[in-house]
C-alpha cells in the first residue's frame, strides 16, 4: 500500500530557507505517469498547489512562488524535496506530499506537516 | 482569492442530497478533468471524484460527480453527519500547474 511521509522541520525563521523531504513506500517513484507534487494549507484557510516533479527532473511551479522554489527527486531514496528560500509568516502552513497522476488527481496524500515561520 | 469558485458553505439534513458547484474557465477546468476532494477535521485531503466523474475504490456510490464546460459539480446524497467536512475541487491549467478550488464547507444539520 502507497504511503508518503514528510519530514518535519517544525519551526523556521524568517528569512531562512524551509527544507522538506517526502519519502515514499509501497512504490516506486519512478512509475510511469505518475508526478509527485507539494500542496499546502495555511491554518484555516484552503489548499494551494505547490510544484510537482516528475521522476525525470521534469518540474512545474505554481507562478506566485517559483522565484523561491526548488524540487528535486531522489530515485535512490524514492524521495523527492522542496526547498522555499526566504520565507515569512505567511509561508506558515500543512505542508502536504502526494501523488499525482499526469494531467489528473492527486491521489495518496501523506499527512502533512505544519511548518511555522517565526522567530 | 482562489482560481476556482465554489460556494463557502452548504447544508442538509440527514437523509438528503446536496450539490456543490466548482466554476472555472476555459483555460482549466474547460479543458481539463475535475477531481474533488474531501477533508474530514483535523485530516489531510482525501480523493473522492476523479477525471469527472468516477469514483476511487471504496467511495460509496452516495458521491457523484460532473462536469459541463468551464463548471463541476459534487452531488452527495444520503447524506450521514460524517459527510460534515471541507470539499475542495481541483484542476489543471494550461501550464499544467494544479489549481484548486477555495472549499466548500458542508454542513449536516
Known amino acids: 500500500q502507497l504511503h508518503l511521509q514528510e519530514s518535519d522541520p517544525g519551526l523556521v525563521k524568517p528569512s531562512e530557507t524551509l527544507s522538506l523531504t517526502c519519502t515514499v513506500s509501497?512504490?516506486?517513484?519512478?512509475?510511469?505517469?505518475?508526478?509527485w507534487a507539494w500542496i499546502r494549507q495555511p491554518p484555516g484557510r484552503g489548499l494551494e498547489w505547490i510544484a510537482n516533479?516528475?521522476?525525470?527532473?521534469?518540474?512545474y511551479y505554481t507562478p506566485s512562488l517559483k522565484s523561491r522554489i526548488t524540487v528535486s527527486v531522489d530515485t535512490s531514496k524514492n524521495q523527492f524535496s522542496l526547498k522555499l528560500s526566504s520565507v515569512t509568516a505567511i509561508d506558515t502552513a500543512i505542508y502536504y506530499c502526494?501523488?499525482?497522476?499526469?494531467?489528473?488527481?492527486?491521489?495518496?496524500w501523506g499527512q502533512g506537516t505544519l511548518v511555522t515561520v517565526s522567530s | 482569492q482562489s482560481v476556482l469558485t465554489q460556494p463557502p458553505s452548504v447544508s442538509a439534513a440527514p437523509g438528503q442530497k446536496v450539490t456543490i458547484s466548482c466554476s472555472g474557465s476555459s483555460s482549466n477546468i474547460g479543458n481539463n478533468y475535475v477531481s474533488w476532494y474531501q477533508q474530514l477535521p483535523g485530516t489531510a485531503p482525501k480523493l473522492l471524484i476523479y477525471?469527472?466523474?468516477k469514483r476511487p475504490s471504496g467511495i460509496p456510490d452516495r458521491f457523484s460527480g460532473s462536469k459541463s464546460g468551464t463548471s463541476a459539480t459534487l452531488g452527495i446524497s444520503g447524506l450521514q453527519t460524517g459527510d460534515e467536512a471541507d470539499y475542495y475541487c481541483g484542476t489543471w491549467d494550461s501550464s499544467l500547474r494544479g489549481v484548486f478550488g477555495g472549499g466548500t464547507k458542508l454542513t449536516v444539520l
Open positions: 516533479i516528475y521522476y525525470s527532473g521534469t518540474t
Open positions: 502526494a501523488r499525482q497522476r499526469i494531467s489528473s488527481d492527486l491521489d495518496n
Open positions: 477525471d469527472n466523474d
Open positions: 509501497g512504490d516506486s517513484i519512478t512509475r510511469s505517469n505518475y508526478f
